[in-house]
């Protein structure tokens, strides 16, 4: 989750279906969050393991250069993976891996 000024923005909401989505305005614009796929098998390679995930895109965070941010998420393990999208079309993934659980 995300604190701001005007409220708390939600990083997943694991009951959610692809095409749900949450929002907080912020100044003039609107930061969301968008559910764009969620697992129905264990098909994401994550360290040795195979995990059911769920991605959120996030749009309108108005950092100079990117374009959207991409999380991927696991209702056992939380955040698994970050990707950044950038303006000239490259982008940069980040796997996160801990030794704690969310169960």
Do not use: C, Q
């Amino acid at each position: 989750m995300n604190v701001y000024d005007e409220g708390n923005l939600i990083l997943v909401k694991y009951d959610a279906k692809v095409g749900d989505s949450w929002s907080l305005k912020r100044g003039s614009k609107r930061i969301t969050r968008t559910v764009t796929k969620k697992s129905e098998t264990d098909d994401y390679a994550w360290g040795w393991l195979l995990i059911k995930t769920m991605t959120v895109e996030e749009t309108g965070r108005e950092v100079p250069g990117v374009s959207k941010v991409v999380y991927e998420t696991n209702h056992r393990f939380g955040l698994v993976a970050v990707t950044v999208f950038f303006e000239d079309d490259t982008s940069k993934k980040v796997s996160i891996f801990s030794d704690a659980d969310n169960g």
